[in-house]
């Protein structure tokens, strides 16, 4: 996952579209991937070393957004190429059917 500023900043930004597609489908990963994460730590027993609360809930969020963030940024799970070409081909059918200028005809 990229640093959240930056999807608010202009310069953040990818300047061509396709890099933008790109970014937005690897944070796309990332959440998801943060969600399982997330997940696959609430099934472990708190008890134990940490010995459960609040601070151990905390520390376990954060400690799944790293997990998650190195796992999209060594490549993921693949899930972000299968929306690019998903992505495209929705842009490309929307640039087709946008309405053309019908100035000058008649109905």
Known sequence: MRNPVSIFSPGGQAKDPLGRLRQQAEELEGVFL????????SSIDAEGDFGGGFAEETWRGMQ??????????????GLADALMADLIALQEAAQNTQPTNNKGTSN
């Open 34 to 41: 943060n969600t399982l994460m997330k997940e696959m730590f």
């Open 64 to 77: 799944a957004e790293q997990f998650a963030a190195s796992m999209a940024e060594a490549g993921g799970t």
